[in-house]
């Protein structure tokens, strides 16, 4: 049965300090597998509301079983070719796509490169960076979907290709994503075998390998900087370092809402909502570790956010030095076509707290989105646009 209810939204989020800018809107909430199209309640209540509407159910016994996994995967938005044009397929459409385009860590290996390691071949899953003493072996596979708000201006503003890329910042453009653009970030383990697979945990099998999903980010560009989320599956086997580092505060999922590693209850309000959804039971057992909304903290210091496989085992980034949205805000271009992956990786640290300017005028930011990043006129990749394109 659906439910309705009209809740106000205020101008002005007020969140950890962050005051980001939302529109004045009534909020009907007709269904829970239906996203929302502007702040609701609180950041953390918004983060769970978006998660559960691309986690509502759509097969339940073959791929794709959620509903992100019928989103594009973000190397499907970048062509290997541009010059024949962007063809981005309908997944529902494509027999290939209803397969997994799983891949490593951009990410790590950015940070391999920098450390002058050779990193693992592109299309490649990757040995974890730090594997946990119970997994020491530990492989660890990443996907990236965006919906189809995000897609969609990646490819109407002609940002799929480089020289596109530079086009934009040779005329000083304000890249802007629509609202409803939502990204999931998605880190995968595999498994040795199919039996006795970790409990409480979403498991997949592609052909004869079973991986588990043990890490999600999530980030919807409902307010001006974005809302930033971490998930987390409640398992000592998959997520042995979960909430160790930094905490987790979770004030409208989680009873009781802050914890450092035990596992916790879900709230009324949450259980009500993936039970309206009708999410299978595994979902349950995934937990917010934290949302973020700006860089800093109401006392001025950096912003914190991090999970524990995607940026701590996978990409080896200490949870200390870990703010995503920091790490996001350099994500830009220059008039040449040089990426801002080459400001990221001249920085002594990562990246926390209120980004440095861009180096001069000749250089636009791209919305927090990093993904833009592949878009090369050689169609190599991420780790080739760290000159002019790729050339």
Excluded at 57 to 81: C, D, G, I, K, R
């Amino acid at each position: 049965m659906m439910r309705k209810r009209l809740l106000p939204i205020v101008v002005g989020l007020v969140w950890m300090g962050s005051i980001s800018a939302v529109s004045v809107v009534d909020a009907e909430i007709v269904d829970p597998c239906t996203p929302p199209t502007a702040v609701i309640g609180s950041a953390q209540e918004t983060a769970w509301r978006v998660f559960v509407a691309a986690t509502c159910p759509v097969n339940q016994n073959q791929y794709p079983y959620v509903v992100w996994e019928n989103w594009v995967e973000q190397t499907q938005s970048y062509p290997a070719n541009p010059a024949k044009g962007l063809s981005i397929p309908n997944s529902l459409a494509n027999e290939i796509n209803k397969l997994h385009r799983l891949h490593g860590s951009p990410l790590t290996k950015a940070i391999e490169r920098q450390h002058g390691k050779r990193p693992t071949p592109d299309g490649q899953c990757d040995p974890a960076s730090t594997p946990p003493s119970n997994d020491p072996k530990r492989v660890i596979c990443e996907e990236v979907r965006i919906n189809g708000a995000l897609s969609d201006y990646i490819s109407g503003a002609a940002l799929w290709n480089r020289n596109g890329q530079e086009a934009a910042a040779t005329a000083g453009a304000n890249i802007q994503t629509p609202l409803p653009s939502v990204e999931i970030k998605a880190d995968w383990i595999q498994l040795k075998s199919c039996k006795n697979p970790p409990q409480d945990v979403h498991i997949e099998k592609i052909g004869n390998q079973c991986l588990a999903l043990a890490g999600m980010h999530l980030i919807s560009k409902l307010t001006s900087n974005w809302i930033w989320a971490t998930f987390e599956a409640q398992n000592s086997f998959t997520n042995p370092e979960r909430c160790q580092a930094l905490g987790c505060n979770d004030p409208f999922g989680s009873v009781p809402a802050t914890s450092t590693g035990a596992n916790t209850d879900l709230s009324a309000a949450l259980s009500d909502l993936m039970t309206q959804a009708k999410l299978a039971n595994e979902w349950t057992n995934y937990r917010l570790d934290g949302v973020q909304t700006d860089f800093l903290n109401s006392d001025g210091s950096p912003n914190l956010l991090g999970n524990s496989v995607i940026e701590g085992e996978n990409a080896g980034v200490p949870l200390a030095q870990s703010s995503c949205i920091s790490c996001h805000a350099i994500s830009s271009v220059k008039s040449d076509g040089t990426d801002g992956l080459t400001l990221l990786a001249a920085q002594s640290s990562f990246p926390t707290g209120t980004p440095a300017p861009l180096p001069s005028s000749d250089w636009i930011a791209r919305d927090f989105v990093w993904s833009m990043g592949e878009a090369c006129p050689s169609g190599q990749g991420l780790q080739t646009c760290l000159g002019k394109g790729g050339e």
